[in-house]
């Protein structure tokens, strides 16, 4: 593991602490003010100040170093920070779509906006907090803290029976892969132990390269792996999500997709660099689930006749993608994993955007009961279009530079016949969006069908938002490629034989 770079020897400042507290802090405020104007207010300054914040971050790392960078450490308490590039990416858009979430969240004209911001806070905390540390235990509870956070606000404002089956389902899912990523931390931490005089750490610099090939290492394969795939959602354990998308507040589903996509994180994190022999042994099978899943969610995306339904299989079927690539254990296919995962996160949460103001407007997400919607709210329309090419990796999106190292990866690691199959899944998710979008927007419209206002300043914000951050990177994605290279490099580098 290359040596960390300590902000704390450069300056005073406690940078990375202060990007962990100032989302407390927000809540904290938010949640005192109560219901009053100034809460609204306040959560949306607290989550611009901690985009601005995360990206005086990106500007204080050196994005050609390959190890840790900005580290704070404090021992008694386990607490130990670093950033590299690759977090600092996810740091960035984690904070991006926090305030486009504040903003959104508005212009729903949601019920006690200011607990919903003051939770959208915490949530972020606990997303933040599993960015930054570079200790296993601390990231399951930061873990536990954001899941914590998504079902209230599900609970809160659950408001039919079908809500209700749907957050029961999604507690039962996520609390055993939880549970299960709980336990693969007591395996590392016992295998530590082990081999350390009974000494137990859950550091990531304490527990790479100690924890032998063999039984501790599968184990701890096997529980962290799985526990982070029903988070992530990766086929064939994404059930929670198709009827959470349906059934789910809408408003929440946002936060709900920030969220899952930092599995892959996690799996790039902590699952490659403490089982690399485990990985090694599982990965055909782990491969050979994920391609299946390309073409089998794709599948059952045109069965679908909800546009949230579609949506979720829409999730499932691209994080196949992202496992191939980070998976293939290949510097392009890591890389083109991260910056992916990051695409998807910006996108899916803009569709899901664009999906809550439909709703808003006509009651209903049926596709046989939307229509002719490129009419009335054509910036809406264009909006969602642009997501969707963005999640088929169009040229001028970010995801077209990203596909095209996973693909890359993927010939060299698994041959020209399953990359091409794996394509052709990409291929088949494009038809069912742009099926998707055919019917919701361009369809003719029906008699007698509902009135649809026209698109209001704040959603023109969000979506404009949203829309501007994707195109930007995907035009210029030089830098993003450079911030992520030396990181994803740095991991594949571990398992050349």
């Known amino acids: 593991m290359p040596a960390e770079i300590f902000w704390n020897q450069q300056a005073a400042l406690p940078l990375l602490a202060l990007l962990q507290l100032l989302p407390l802090l927000g809540a904290a405020v938010v949640f005192a003010l109560g219901e009053r104007s100034a809460a609204v207010l306040a959560g949306k300054l607290f989550a611009l100040a901690e985009l601005l914040l995360a990206g005086f971050a990106a500007s204080r790392i050196d994005p050609l170093l390959a190890g840790f960078q900005l580290a704070e450490r404090i021992d008694l308490l386990g607490y130990h920070v670093a950033v590299d590039g690759i977090s600092i990416l996810f740091l960035l858009v984690t904070a991006l779509l926090t305030l486009l979430m504040t903003l959104y969240g508005m212009s729903r004209g949601m019920i006690s906006p200011g607990r919903l911001f003051a939770v959208l806070l915490l949530a972020e905390a606990g997303l933040v907090g599993m960015l930054l540390t570079v200790n296993i235990a601390w990231f399951a509870f930061f873990s536990a803290l954001e899941l914590w956070a998504v079902v209230y606000l599900l609970r809160r404002w659950a408001s039919s029976r079908a809500e209700t089956q749907a957050l029961a389902r999604f507690v039962q899912y996520q609390g055993f892969g939880l549970a299960l990523f709980v336990a693969g931390c007591f395996v590392l931490g016992w295998g530590y132990a082990e081999a350390n005089g009974g000494r137990w750490s859950f550091d990531l610099f304490d527990l790479t390269g100690t924890l032998p090939a063999g039984k501790f290492q599968t184990a701890a394969f096997y529980l962290l792996f799985y526990g982070l795939a029903v988070r992530t959602p990766l086929f064939p354990l994404h059930g929670w999500l198709p009827n959470m998308a349906q059934h789910g507040l809408i408003a929440v589903a946002p936060a709900l997709m920030v969220g899952v996509k930092v599995g892959i994180y996690g799996m790039a994190r902590f699952v490659l660099p403490l089982t690399p022999d485990a990985v090694l042994d ?3 099978y782990v491969v050979g689930f994920a391609m299946a899943g390309v073409f089998f969610t794709a599948a059952l995306a045109f069965l679908q006749t909800n546009l949230r339904r579609l949506l979720a299989f829409a999730v499932v079927s691209h994080t196949s993608l992202l496992v191939i690539g980070l998976f293939s254990l290949h510097g392009a296919g890591i890389q083109g994993a991260m910056l992916l995962a990051a695409n998807f996160g910006l996108a899916v949460t803009g569709m899901w955007f664009v999906v809550g103001f439909v709703f808003r407007r006509t009651g ?15 910036f809406l329309a264009i909006a969602f279009l ?34 091409v199959a794996t394509a052709l899944g990409n291929v088949a998710a494009a038809g069912f969006l742009l099926w998707g979008f055919q019917k919701a927007f361009l369809s003719q419209e029906k008699s007698g069908s509902y009135d649809v206002d026209r698109t209001q300043p704040m959603e023109y914000l969000v979506c404009g938002i949203a829309v501007t951050a994707l195109l930007a990177i995907g035009f210029f994605t030089e830098p993003w490629l450079v911030l992520t290279d030396a990181a994803s490099q740095a991991l594949a580098g571990s398992f050349v034989r």
């Open 282 to 284: 599982w990965q055909p």
């Open 364 to 378: 209903t997400t049926e596709l046989g009961e939307l229509s002719g919607l490129f009419e009335r709210i054509p």
């Open 386 to 419: 642009t997501f969707g090419l963005a999640i088929v990796g169009m040229p001028g999106t970010p995801g077209f530079d990203a596909a095209h190292l996973v693909l890359e990866a993927s010939i060299a690691r698994f041959g020209a016949l399953s990359t």
